[in-house]
């Protein structure tokens, strides 16, 4: 037996919950965007995917937000329609059908959000959150579904609804039909507020198009994680359109939170008490 399999050995012996492979799956590695990093994915669950060198807020599975925020990491999921509909037949590189299946298979989730009901430090809410894995965050018909659903449900149970942006925008495979979500989302949204329940928002990184321009801008309170690009066209397309050099983190967090667009911006790890802090405030009712 040589030295390299003495000094493997042992190491096997020790791995966590009785592995006895050094096999590592593809998801084990993920790198940070902003500071080129690895970083061991079982580590950055720990930090709630914020990045320990930078402190980069990488892109997070809804699922996994919804944990972090519910006590005890218990939510109930809330089932909304998201059926699969190609009014034009769509096609690229893939079918939209190929696309979506994907995304699916990708995410474990029915479209882009995740609908969770459950207790924030002893506070009853209604969380919706939003997935940039299944295409790009993109919003179709089931989009707008999902919002109705999600201010139905608060509406029902008497509780205030969250939600967490993370899209590119309108789903184009669906042309009209994602249009027509937005003055949906807009009514829903205007449901929780005639119940007179507050309705809060998140942005995160990255949130524009038609989700900027409905939904995600008409919270009663809206909170930004940090150095989060936050916009309508992004501003490549800007720049190039007017044909100067932006000023240095335009349309991220920190531009909005100084030209008044948003109220906070929000360390990932200080959201679950901040947005105690607000709805205590707003419902007058003790977490």
């Known amino acids: 037996m040589n030295w390299l399999i003495n000094k493997i050995k042992p190491l096997i012996k020790k791995l966590p919950g009785g592995k006895k492979s050094l096999d590592i799956g593809e998801n084990a590695w993920i790198k940070c965007t902003q500071c080129q990093t690895m970083l061991y994915a079982e580590d950055l669950e720990k930090t709630i995917y914020v ?53 699916k298979n990708k995410t474990g989730l029915d ?3 995740l609908i969770g009901s459950g207790k924030i430090n002893g506070l009853p809410t209604t ?34 609804l969250v939600v967490f942006t993370c899209s590119g925008g309108m789903r184009m495979q669906e042309n009209q039909f994602s249009l027509q979500a937005l003055p949906k989302t807009t009514i829903a949204v205007q449901m929780v507020k005639d119940a007179k329940l507050p309705y809060v928002v998140i942005l995160t990184n990255p949130t524009s198009g038609g989700c900027t321009a409905s939904f995600g801008m008409l919270g009663d309170i809206t909170l930004a994680e940090p150095k989060a690009l936050i916009c309508f066209a992004g501003p490549r397309v800007i720049s190039s359109t007017v044909g100067e050099t932006l000023p240095d983190g335009f349309q991220r967090s920190e531009y909005l939170l100084d030209h008044g667009f948003i109220d906070q911006i929000v360390h990932r790890s200080e959201i679950k008490n901040k947005l105690t802090q607000i709805l205590s405030l707003l419902l007058k009712r003790a977490a």
């Open 51 to 103: 990045c320990p060198n930078c402190d980069s807020h990488i892109k997070i599975h809804p699922k996994i937000r919804l944990k972090q925020l519910f006590d005890g990491g218990v939510f109930e999921e809330i089932k909304y329609p998201a059926g699969f509909s190609d009014p034009l037949g769509f096609k690229d590189s893939k079918t939209y059908k190929e696309r979506f299946n994907q995304a």
């Open 111 to 113: 479209d882009t959000f």
């Open 127 to 160: 969380v919706a959150a939003m997935s940039f894995e299944f295409m790009g965050g993109s919003c179709g018909a089931a989009a707008s579904e999902a919002m109705v659903k999600a201010a139905e449900h608060a509406v029902t149970n008497n509780t205030p």
